[in-house]
């Protein structure tokens, strides 16, 4: 089961709006509603801020909003903060007998 | 919520080690549990799950064959048993939890426990 593909890198200034890529296939992103993102600060554990593709969990902001179209799905940020520079992973469920498989990985970078 | 890993460390190639993650503030019998790691530098690679019973579980398969999760629910510890160790097994592993019984994504990490393999 290989990675799914992220951008490495993104950024964007301050109150612009980015977007973050994963693509997968459909035995995972493509076949069901189990994408999740998670936002990973230096020397931090990962903290999960979209699941079932577009939900938000209590406490992450309204600025981060997920989607999904064929095997890729989305994670947008709107209203660029400092606060947002970190790593992106994206998460599926898959078919494969390795039941959940984890993006490349994104760095956003806020300029 | 709290997800506490401990029994990291530096051991050679094909010894063994047992990870345990302490977990306190949810009905830890209610939710699935998993383990994913980071090796340094890298990205996260999803290890192992196991429901809430304990009756299901699933591994990557770069581990199958080779680790063991388990669940103690009267002591609220999750457990992996790794075997066999490679230098590609070093790693951080956290603990996870997820949200629900089924698939799930993972609503709350531990600060991770440090696995070094290296002769």
């Known amino acids: 089961q290989s990675a799914l593909t992220q951008p490495a890198s993104v950024s964007g200034s301050p109150g612009q709006s980015i977007t973050i890529s994963c693509t997968g296939t459909?035995?995972?992103?493509?076949?069901?509603?189990?994408v999740s993102w998670y936002q990973q600060h230096p020397g931090k554990a990962p903290k999960l801020m979209i699941y079932d593709v577009s939900n938000r969990p209590s406490g992450v902001s309204n600025r981060f909003s997920g989607s999904k179209s064929g095997n890729t799905a989305s994670l947008t940020i709107s209203g660029l903060q400092a606060e947002d520079e970190a790593d992106y992973y994206c998460n599926s469920y898959t078919i494969s007998s390795t039941l959940y498989v984890f993006g490349t990985g994104t760095k956003v970078t806020v300029l | 919520v709290r997800l506490l890993e401990s029994g990291g460390g530096l051991l050679q190639p094909g010894g063994s080690l047992r990870l345990s993650c302490a977990a306190s503030g949810f009905t830890f019998s209610s939710y699935a549990m998993s383990w994913v790691r980071q090796a340094p530098g890298k990205g996260l690679e999803w290890v192992s799950g196991?429901?809430?019973?304990?009756?299901?579980?699933s591994y990557a398969d770069s581990v199958k064959g080779r680790f063991t999760i388990s669940r103690d629910n009267s002591k609220n510890t999750l457990y992996l048993q790794m075997s066999s160790l490679r230098a590609e097994d070093t790693a951080l592993y956290y603990c996870?939890?997820?949200?629900?019984?089924?698939?799930?994504?993972?609503?709350?990490w531990g600060r991770g426990t440090l696995v070094t393999v290296s002769s």
């Open positions: 996870t939890k997820g949200i629900r019984v089924g698939v799930t994504p993972f609503d709350y």
């Open positions: 459909s035995s995972d992103v493509g076949g069901y509603n189990y």
């Open positions: 196991i429901s809430g019973s304990g009756g299901s579980t």
